[in-house]
């Protein structure tokens, strides 16, 4: 709830604060029991933060974040320690997340020694479990990352993160280091997973192919807030902003004969501005085709425009005109 992250930009000697980089801008959102929750925009855009914020690797400037009814905004060390089982995150780069120097049994067994848990029938069993649960061979135990592709070195980082039996799992761009080929197969990995465990997910990505087929829900952020959030098919058959249409407008359609006029391709104009000093009103407005003088003044609240349909426009597509004013939260 109202989830801020500004890292401030110190000068000189004295390290005065001349300004501060708003990464997470204020947002307001859940995630429910057992759903996946896919989170996407452009790199800057916050993400990622947003991933290190509600895993508590990172430490909220204001808001508050609670996890199975608990605020966990303000745990200290000792107070993390019980959360670091149930909330566990999956990196972007399979190569720089697991120690070369390490086995893999070594690697997969680091929760069990930082959390002094010891599972029925030993540790070296459980990992060998592990390994086969994603798709790896309990042989794979003593050897090292080198000798695995990208592909299974995800794998491994997801063995580990499960280690604990998490119940909520943030992947922060779990395949964009991994060839198109196999982005696939690690995507289905992570959705059987999900059924089998019964684990909720946040899977973040900077383009709409990847999660299209595994998220219920999804986020869209820019420059550090949420600006849609609505469910799978809403959002896919008729997103309301239009920053929405022009990122869903660059997700490849198999069969281009299907591509009509409806879903022409859009290409924004000029770069992502800085989050140091993001633009007035709408951050949106330098870039979007639908700007009028209110968006260059007002900022658009993250309304509910249909059931489990948010959106923060004046002007959104496929919707009234005009937004309401208030900000109701229709479920
Ligand atoms: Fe575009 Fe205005 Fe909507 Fe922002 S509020 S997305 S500038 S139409
Ligand atoms: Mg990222």
């Not at 990464?23 to 925009?41: H, S």
């Not at 780069?93 to 120690?99: A, E």
């Not at 951050?283 to 489990?308: M, N, Q, S, V, Y």
């Amino acid at each position: 709830q109202g989830l801020v992250k500004h890292f401030p930009i110190k000068k000189g000697i004295l390290q005065r604060q001349v300004g501060a980089v708003k990464a997470v801008d204020g947002i307001d959102f859940d995630v429910r029991r057992g759903e996946t929750l896919g989170v996407v925009g452009e790199s800057g855009c916050g993400k990622s933060t947003m991933g290190r914020l509600i895993t508590r690797l990172l430490e909220p400037t204001s808001g508050k974040i609670e996890f199975d009814g608990h605020d966990i905004t303000h745990l200290g060390t000792g107070g993390m320690r019980p959360l670091r089982r149930d909330v566990q995150m999956i990196f972007q780069d399979p190569y720089g997340s697991l120690n070369p120097r390490h086995t893999v049994g070594s690697i997969v067994s680091t929760p069990f020694r930082l959390q002094g848990v010891e599972p029925e029938g030993g540790i070296k069993k459980e990992v060998q479990h592990l390994l086969e649960l994603v798709g790896l061979s309990p042989e794979h135990y003593n050897r090292y990352p080198h000798e695995f592709s990208g592909g299974q070195r995800q794998r491994i980082g997801i063995a580990r993160a499960l280690a604990l039996k998490p119940k909520l799992v943030v992947a922060d761009e779990p395949v964009s280091a991994l060839d198109v080929s196999i982005q696939a197969q690690v995507v289905n990995l992570l959705d059987d997973l999900q059924d089998e465990l019964g684990l909720t997910y946040v899977i973040i990505a900077h383009d709409l192919s990847v999660i299209r087929h595994v998220s219920d829900r999804i986020a869209v952020m820019y420059l550090g807030k949420i600006v849609e959030l609505a469910d799978r098919k809403s959002l896919y058959e008729a997103p309301m902003h239009p920053y929405t249409k022009a990122l869903l407008s660059a997700v490849p359609v198999p069969d281009p004969r299907r591509r009509g006029a409806k879903s022409e391709r859009i290409l924004l104009k000029g770069d992502v501005p800085s989050p140091i000093s993001p633009p007035s009103g709408c951050r949106f407005h330098t870039r979007c085709w639908k700007a009028t003088d209110i968006c260059t003044t007002r900022e658009p609240a993250l309304t509910a425009l249909k059931t489990g349909h948010q959106v923060a426009c004046h002007h959104p597509e496929n919707g009234p005109d005009q937004a309401p004013e208030s900000t109701a939260v229709l479920e």
